[in-house]
Structure formats: structure tokens, C-alpha cells
């Protein structure tokens, strides 16, 4: 019996496993390091470190082994003869250095990011920094459902998009905000601003997002809000190949029969159609679509891939590459949307629908008038591809790297409006009955009212490709000079060279837009012949523009070239105390060249043979049957009316700043210096025959000849900084900051001449005398970080604007909008932020850590004397107004889980944004009629995630993305109106992903 006992103890043990546990720390700054990866050599078993840098191996079969620790961005350590027991476990730690020569360095501050974007390494990053820095890392823009920039810049304390897509940082919108992609601005294709489009840009590509709040000498002059720095991915140390492919389902598009597109519409594979879509011939009939048609909606998917690695040769030569490439295709349909105008029609009374034309007359049949009280539907269908490529190589202290990035979009836009309570209301003002549309002698149809707001039905069809590519070549040396000394207070080390060059293009084609309108007219009965007439439709036409037919074809291009280069000389050094700092200069040129080209059709005289009219009932597509009609399209040289404006512009901005980092004690860093930075704007206008503009100071329309109209401004400007950042205690810093920045004029704002994104639509008038706005920045934060899983900060910041350029409302023949300089403005507001590991409280929660910010924002703007006296002449007291686009607040929740050695990763992300001024208070119909101030309302996004590790190399993961789905509405507000009346409404729908990725290492 003891034999047997002995065998099967024996048996027992040998069966039995050990397992292998420990920490791995970030040996540069004694920080945990998470998403580090533990592997066992001879067995291919492996472990990824959590937040606090803990692994655990188990099942590990008794002897001895080697195990790797390692991370993207740091320096592999190998543990050799790791002995693990039967049933015991094995303590191993591990700390890895960064490698901060990974080939893709852009400033030495930033060295830190480019290795994995883990968010502890960038929160480290924001207490080096000499601005006052928040980021975002791919990884947590990937738990938060972020699809591009766009979505992952909303998850940063104090910033999102406006409705464009552009940066607001601090209630401050575009043009106080320079975006960068890896510090170089690109150009912009977007015709109204010089703004760059961040949902053009696919999260993933992207290795972070960093907003810097403050300016700093080597930041551009008009980083006013903050400056909004794209850091792309980059070399990787070892080889590697990931590969990710996508599926989702929109609640609002997918299955959906009303989905809408047109005949031939649609994009294509790569969305690069615009070149197959020709001019308009000029006096033939158009044969292809004018309206909206019912299509399949389509399956959206996406997938991605990326390679790259690098080697070092023995003679210390390091060269390297990688590869990221990316397609989408996305769809999205708002079906239940409205666009409703409404105004006052003298003080006290409340609003009422906007009109053209008469309802002045005491007897309503006399009322001859539409309205915008507009039923949405809209459908757009897209593609998205791109990538992105680097290239390396480093010797010695020298570094010089190569990037590109080339974006594409393809959007393909049909939409249908139909206004048909215009009706319904002014028949219950006119008549007090309920209007009934199938009722030939009911009130409103008779044909002495058929004028009284009739049915509208306008259908448009747009197709757009943005492009957008950069190739930049930037370089870092150690100079060869030694080290030297000024007296006992500095002992300068090697200077420090970097530099850039970048080409950078971007391109709007909008090769074809359609517009068609057409007001539809029910049976009616005419009392004075018995006669009921059939219902038909009538050509719908823009009211400034009345010769014009119903339908417009508008082809759009814009080209805008950047070519950039920065050259920084860092001169590093050890001060009195033998503390670290520098001294930095640097050189800064951008130009900028734009061409704008627009040319537009229409139908300008009735069909040939026919009358411009369609029978039918409402439900009937006069589209549908137009191209059949034998509808001569022009250019409007036969009738004197060729109108459009192109134009050149440039934008030249050269700079050279100076500054200094100095400690001056262990706890107290000084930030200070100055940047001279000079702009030069112009604009050349080319105008077709007919073309009018406004000369400077007038509002009568003149005819445009060559050389008028052109606008040519220069300016200087000197830009101090000074920031200071002491430590409180060992766990808290406070930072003061000070600067003067500027904001400038877009190409458009400075045109004097008409401007229409569509024949008859809304008109703008640029101002040739608008001038740069100039700010000044004041900026405190306390942070307090007692360990690495902790962070708590509140932020005070005050910006005093002078000049802020701002839009009103004019009125000639027509109303128009004009840019001007208020006087003065200000804007100010606090930003709290706390992270959190729960695991500090409580051992259960391991892996559980909580984020949340807030910011709450205070604007106002002075209202010209000019404009606040033209309120007064209507009744009201409107001297100040809030600031357009800055949202009152933005609150950020999210909660994330990595659930201990199970490969699960789960991510909630809670996101508010406040009430926000889309237009100000404006008058219209010669000071008679008041428009209350539009506000954007407050609405939430709710997202949630989770991962889950399938095996070493394989991934999956669902996403469920805007699960609250709010109606985004826009009201009219203001204090001397009772009430909200609704402007806008949409909503986009829930959308749900699955995706599995793939990973290798070699």
C-alpha cells in the first residue's frame, strides 16, 4: 500500500502546474506600466499587464524558462532560467525603459507619446509639457466608439466639433484654433473657413490627440482656443501586422425602405466618380436626375490594416518603416427632421412663420405667400479610405524621418423637404377652419387662395469628394558642438536641431449639386365658373433670383496648396542648481494658395413647348418626369445673367520666436518668451461678365470689373508668453499663464461680392475692411496627483478679445449676412477633471477606473452702436449678446474595466454638451421684423464597448454607439419672445458594430 501511495503522489506532483506572477514598471518614471505583454519563449503563453502593471501566468508546467517583457515604444528586457515549481507561484518584476529613439520623434517634449499612446504615458507627457496639455490616446478613443478625430477630440476636457466637424477648444471655434496633424497646419477644402475637417481623419491612424490650452512662443499665433496636434502612429521597434474588419447596423438606415438616393447616384469603390460627371451642356435638356428616389440602403463595413518594423545594423545604423492603411464605407438617414423659419413681427406680438410675399391685406384671399416650414428627409452615403506611411533612419545623435498621409472622402447627399403646414396655418389664421388638401371648395383651396401657402416640395442632390495629402520630411540632430559654460548660472550641453518641411494639398470637387423645386397646387373650385380644376404643380423659384427656372446644377472646385517649414534650435542646459532647462529659437514659414472655381445652370425659360407646370397629386414626382420635358439649361450668357465669382487667394505667415525654460528652484519652472509673427492676405477675383459687387463702405451693387474687388492685407504682430508652474506640495502643481494672440479673416469674409452656396438661397457679403482679432489669455490650474492611478484638476481660464469678428443681418434689396468687428468680447469659464483607479479603495476592483470632466463656459460679445441702435428703433434694449459656438458646458463620464486575467475589456462613455448660440438676435424686412437668436440645445451620447482577447494573436469586439439617440434641436430664444419655438430637429440613430482584429508580433 505504501508503493502505491508513493506512485500516486508521485503522479499527482508531476501533473500539478506553477504559475508566475509580478509587476512591470515604467523604469523612466517609476509608473505602473499597463498593456505590456509577459511571454514565455519555449511555450508561446502569454499575459498583458493591467493598469497598475500586475500579470499573472497560470498552467505553467514545472521547469525552467524564459520570459520576455515587452511594449510598443520601449526596450525589451529578457529573464533567463525562470524556474517555476509544481503548485507555487514565482515572483518576477520587470522595468522597461522607453526607447525614445523609435524613429518618429517630432519634438523632443513628445518622445514619451510615440511609442503606445498608453494613457498614463500621456498623462505623464501633460505634467512635462511647458503649455497646458490634455490628450486622448487610441486606446481609450477606441473604448469610447471614436471613429476619427472628430468623435475622439469630444472625449478631451473642454473641446469638441462644430457642426462642420472643425475643433472648438474652450467655447472657441476655428478660427481661434489651429489643428495640426503631427504639428504641421494643413491646408483646408473647406470654402467658408480655414479650417481643417477633423471626421477626415480615421482613428485608425491615429496614436493620440493632444490639445494644448495655452500658447507658447513655438506654437502659431492663432492658437488662441489651443492648438489641436494629430500625432499619427509610427515605426514600431519590432515587426508586426495588424489587421481589423468591421460590420455595424444603424437603427435609422439599416432595412430601411425609405431610405433615399436617386437614379445614378450612389458612390462608388473609391469614391472618385467626380471626374465622370461632365459639364452641362449648354442649351440641351438634362436627362439624368432632378429628385430623390427610394434605393436599397447599403451595408456599411470597414477594415484596416497596418505593417512595419525596423532593423539595427551593427555599426549602429537603425532604419525603419510602416504602413496604415483604411476603407470605409457609412451611410446615415434623418427621416423625421425639420427646418422651420420663424420671425417677430414687431415688438410684444411672438413669432409667426417667416414669409415671401404678402399676407398684408385685410381679407386673406388676397394673400399671395410661401413659407419655410420644412418636413426633412435626408440620406447620405460614403466612402472613406487612406493611409499612411513612415519611413526612418538614425545614426549616431541624428535622426531624419519621411512621412505621408493622403485621406479621401466621397459623400453622396439626396434630401427631400416639403412644406406643407404653411398651409395648414395661415388657412386657420385666414379662415379659423382646419385646412383639408381634398377639399376643392374648402377654405384655402378656391382659386382665389390657392396662393396662400401653397404645398412646396424641393428635392436636392449633392456629391462631394474631399481630398486631403501631406508629405513631410523632419530631421533631429545632436550638433557636434561641446559643452560650455556663461559664468557659474548655465552650463550648456549639445545644442538640439530639429526641422520640417512639409507639401501639403486639399481639395473640395463638387462636381454636380441638383436643385429642384416645385409648389403644388390641390383641386381647386372657382365659384365663378363651377369649374373644379385638377391639381398640378408649378415651378418653385428662388425669390431674388425670379427668372431663374427650378432647377440649378452648380459645379464647385477648390484647391488650397500649404507649403510649411520650421526650423527649432534648442540650446538645453544645466542652471545654478544644476537643474534642467532650455533656451529655444526657431524660424516658422507657411504659404498658402487657394483657387476657388464655381459655375452654375439653370433653366431659364419654360420647356420647349411646354408651360412649366406638371398635373399630379402631391405624392407625384414632377422630378421623375422633368427630363422628359425638353428643358433648355443655360449658363445665363444668353440672358445676361453670368454672375459667379472665382478667385485666387494666398495666405503668407512668417514667424521667429524665442523662449526659455528655466527651473529656478526644484519646485518653481518659468516658461517665458516672445513671438514676431507677420501675416500677408490676398485675394484676386475673376468674375464673369454680369458679375456685381459691393464697393468698400457702399451696399449698392456695382458691375465687377478685373482688378476691383481685390483685397490685399499685411500685418505684424508681436505675441509675448509668459507661463509659470510651481509644486504646491510633492502631489499638487498650480500653473499661471499670460499671452496675446490673434485670430484672422477668412478668404470669404473678405470678398466684397455676392455669395450663395445656391442661386436664391441664404447671401453673403465678404467686408474688405475686417480686421484681425486680438486676444489676451490668462490661465491658472492646480493638479493633483498623489499616484499614478489618481488625478483630480480644476482650471480657471479668461480670454479678452478685441475685435472678435462676428456675422449680422443687412437688408438692401434683400437681406444679406456681413462680417464685422464687434468692439469687444469676452469669454471665460472653470474645467474640473478627475481619473481614478478603484482598485487604490478596494482590491475587488482591480482593473475598474473612472474618468469624468467638466468644463462650464461664459461668453459675451459688445454689439456695434450701429447694430444695437437698429434694435432699439424695433423696441428692444440688445447691446451685448452671448459668443457664437460656445457651448455653455461639456461633461465627459466614463467608467472602464480590464477585467483581471481574463482578456476582457469593457468601456462606458457618457458625454453632454450644453446649450449653444448657433446665430445671434438679427432684423430683416427693413428693420420691420425681428429673428430671435438660434440655440443649439443641450443633448447626450451614450457609448459602451467590449473586447474580448480570443487568443494570442486575435481579437473581438462590439460597440454600441449613441445608445441615448437624442433629437439634436436648434429653438429660437431670446428675452423679449415667451417661449421656444423649434428651429431644427434630427437624430442620427443608434449604430452597433461588431469587429475582430488581428495582431502579430515577430
Known amino acids: 500500500m505504501s508503493i502505491v501511495f508513493l506512485v500516486s503522489s508521485a503522479k499527482a506532483q508531476a501533473q500539478q502546474t506553477g504559475s508566475i506572477r509580478g509587476n512591470v514598471q515604467d523604469a523612466d518614471f517609476e509608473a505602473p506600466l499597463p498593456l505590456g505583454k509577459v511571454e514565455i519563449v519555449e511555450t508561446g503563453q502569454f499575459a498583458e499587464t493591467g493598469t497598475q502593471g500586475e500579470y499573472l501566468l497560470t498552467g505553467i508546467v514545472p521547469g525552467t524558462y524564459t520570459v520576455v517583457f515587452s511594449k510598443v515604444g520601449y526596450t525589451k528586457e ?65 473604448r469610447g466608439g471614436a471613429s476619427d478625430a472628430a468623435d475622439g477630440l469630444k472625449l478631451v476636457s473642454g473641446a469638441t466639433v462644430a457642426a462642420d466637424s472643425t475643433a472648438v477648444v474652450r467655447g472657441l471655434p476655428d478660427r481661434y484654433v489651429s489643428s495640426q496633424v503631427n504639428g504641421v497646419r494643413l491646408p483646408s477644402a473647406n470654402e467658408d473657413k480655414r479650417a481643417v475637417e477633423l471626421d477626415q481623419y480615421s482613428a485608425v491612424v491615429i496614436e493620440s490627440i493632444q490639445v494644448s490650452k495655452t500658447f507658447t512662443p513655438d506654437q502659431q499665433g492663432d492658437a488662441s482656443g489651443g492648438a489641436v496636434n494629430i500625432v499619427l502612429k509610427s515605426i514600431p521597434d519590432e515587426p508586426v501586422f495588424s489587421f481589423q474588419g468591421a460590420t455595424s447596423y444603424n437603427t435609422q438606415v439599416t432595412n ?17 466618380e467626380g471626374d465622370e460627371r461632365g459639364p452641362q451642356p449648354i442649351g440641351e435638356n438634362w436627362t439624368g436626375a432632378v429628385g430623390v428616389s427610394q434605393v436599397a440602403p447599403p451595408t456599411d463595413y470597414k477594415f484596416s490594416n497596418a505593417i512595419g518594423g525596423s532593423t539595427e545594423f551593427d555599426s549602429g545604423f537603425k532604419v525603419g518603416g510602416f504602413l496604415s492603411m483604411f476603407y470605409e464605407k457609412d451611410s446615415s438617414f434623418a427621416q423625421n427632421a425639420r427646418d422651420d423659419s420663424w420671425w417677430e413681427r414687431g415688438p410684444g406680438v411672438g413669432l409667426t412663420p417667416e414669409i415671401t410675399g404678402s399676407d398684408g391685406g385685410t381679407e386673406p384671399d388676397s394673400w399671395d405667400l410661401t413659407t419655410s416650414l420644412f418636413d ?59 385646412y383639408d388638401p381634398n377639399d376643392p371648395a374648402g377654405a384655402g383651396n378656391q382659386t382665389e387662395q390657392l396662393d396662400i401657402a401653397p404645398y412646396l416640395r424641393t428635392e436636392s442632390l449633392q456629391y462631394t469628394e474631399r481630398t486631403t495629402s501631406t508629405i513631410q520630411l523632419h530631421g533631429d540632430h545632436k550638433l557636434p558642438f561641446g559643452e560650455w559654460s556663461l559664468g557659474e548660472a548655465f552650463q550648456f550641453k549639445r545644442p538640439e536641431l530639429q526641422w520640417t518641411m512639409s507639401s501639403s494639398f486639399a481639395q473640395l470637387d463638387q462636381p454636380d449639386k441638383r436643385l429642384f423645386g416645385a409648389k403644388w397646387f390641390p383641386g381647386s373650385y372657382n365659384p365663378a365658373t363651377g369649374v373644379v380644376q385638377d391639381p398640378f404643380f ?92 425638353n428643358h433648355p439649361i443655360s449658363d445665363g450668357a444668353a440672358e445676361s445673367l453670368e454672375l459667379d465669382v472665382d478667385y485666387t487667394g494666398n495666405i503668407d505667415i512668417s514667424a521667429w520666436y524665442g523662449m526659455i525654460d528655466l527651473p529656478v528652484t526644484e519646485a518653481v519652472r518659468l516658461v517665458t518668451g516672445v513671438r514676431v509673427e507677420s501675416t500677408d492676405i490676398g485675394v484676386t477675383l475673376d468674375p464673369e461678365a454680369q458679375a456685381t459687387w459691393f464697393p468698400q463702405g457702399q451696399f449698392n451693387q456695382s ?46 469674409e473678405l470678398t466684397p461680392v455676392l455669395q450663395q452656396e445656391f442661386l436664391g438661397g441664404p447671401i453673403f457679403i465678404g467686408n474688405p475692411e475686417l480686421e484681425l482679432s486680438n486676444l489676451d489669455n490668462y490661465d491658472l490650474r492646480f493638479d493633483y496627483r498623489p499616484d499614478d492611478g489618481t488625478l483630480l484638476s480644476a482650471s480657471y481660464f479668461y480670454k479678452d478679445i478685441d475685435g472678435p469678428i462676428e456675422y449680422i443681418q443687412r437688408e438692401i434689396d434683400f437681406n444679406f449676412t456681413f462680417p464685422i468687428n464687434y468692439p469687444k468680447g469676452k469669454l471665460s469659464g472653470f474645467e474640473f477633471e478627475a481619473r481614478q483607479s478603484l482598485e487604490r479603495y478596494w482590491e475587488a476592483l482591480e482593473g475598474l477606473s473612472f474618468g469624468a470632466n467638466a468644463t462650464f463656459i461664459q461668453s459675451e460679445v459688445s ?46 462613455f457618457y458625454t453632454v454638451r450644453g446649450d449653444t448660440l448657433v446665430t445671434g438676435d438679427s432684423l430683416a424686412d427693413n428693420g420691420t421684423k425681428y429673428i430671435p437668436a438660434v440655440y443649439q440645445e443641450q443633448f447626450d451620447t451614450l457609448n459602451f464597448s467590449v473586447a474580448q482577447q480570443l487568443s494570442k494573436h486575435f481579437r473581438l469586439q462590439f460597440r454600441a454607439k449613441n445608445l441615448t439617440n437624442p433629437s439634436i434641436n436648434e429653438i429660437y430664444r431670446s428675452d423679449f419672445v415667451e417661449g421656444e419655438t423649434l428651429n431644427t430637429t434630427f437624430t442620427r440613430g443608434i449604430e452597433y458594430s461588431v469587429s475582430i482584429s488581428a495582431n502579430f508580433q515577430f
Request: no cysteine; aromatic share 12%.
Open 256 to 272: 430601411n425602405k425609405a431610405f433615399l438616393g436617386y437614379r445614378d447616384g450612389g458612390v462608388g469603390a473609391l469614391g472618385l
Open 863 to 908: 454689439l456695434p452702436d450701429s447694430e444695437a441702435a437698429d434694435f432699439a428703433s424695433y423696441g428692444y434694449d440688445l447691446t451685448k449678446r452671448d459668443a457664437t459656438n460656445a457651448p455653455e458646458h461639456l461633461f465627459n463620464v466614463y467608467l472602464t474595466y480590464d477585467v483581471p486575467y481574463t482578456g476582457t475589456l469593457l468601456g462606458l
Open 703 to 748: 458691375e465687377l470689373q478685373p482688378g476691383e474687388g481685390d483685397v490685399s492685407i499685411s500685418q505684424s504682430d508681436t505675441l509675448p508668453s509668459i507661463g509659470l508652474s510651481t509644486d504646491l506640495t510633492d502631489a499638487i502643481e498650480m500653473r499661471l499663464g499670460f499671452s496675446k494672440t490673434l485670430a484672422r479673416q477668412t478668404f470669404k
Open 538 to 629: 408649378e415651378e418653385f423659384k428662388p425669390d431674388t433670383n425670379f427668372i431663374l427656372g427650378n432647377l440649378q446644377r452648380i459645379y464647385k472646385k477648390l484647391d488650397e496648396d500649404s507649403l510649411q517649414g520650421a526650423v527649432n534650435l534648442t540650446l538645453p542646459f544645466e542652471q545654478w542648481d544644476s537643474l534642467d532647462g532650455a533656451f529655444k529659437f526657431g524660424v516658422f514659414e507657411d504659404r498658402v494658395d487657394r483657387t476657388f472655381d464655381i459655375n452654375s445652370f439653370s433653366n431659364f425659360t419654360p420647356p420647349t413647348g411646354g408651360v412649366g407646370t406638371f398635373p399630379g397629386e402631391f405624392g407625384d414626382s414632377w422630378a421623375a418626369n422633368w427630363e422628359n420635358e
Open 78 to 142: 529578457v529573464s533567463v532560467d525562470v524556474a517555476v515549481l509544481p503548485g507555487q507561484l514565482t515572483d518576477l518584476d520587470a522595468s522597461l525603459s522607453g526607447d525614445f529613439t523609435d524613429l518618429d520623434p517630432f519634438v523632443v517634449e513628445e518622445a514619451i507619446v510615440l511609442g503606445g499612446a498608453s494613457e498614463l504615458g500621456l498623462l505623464n507627457l501633460r505634467f512635462e509639457a511647458p503649455a497646458l496639455l490634455d490628450t486622448i490616446g487610441r486606446d481609450l478613443m477606441t
Open 376 to 434: 426633412i428627409q435626408r440620406a447620405t452615403r460614403s466612402v472613406q479610405w487612406g493611409g499612411v506611411a513612415a519611413a526612418g533612419v538614425e545614426w549616431d545623435d541624428n535622426s531624419v524621418g519621411l512621412r505621408f498621409l493622403y485621406t479621401h472622402t466621397a459623400d453622396d447627399q439626396a434630401v427631400l423637404a416639403t412644406d406643407t403646414r404653411g398651409k395648414d396655418y395661415y388657412v386657420q389664421q385666414g379662415y379659423g377652419v382646419q
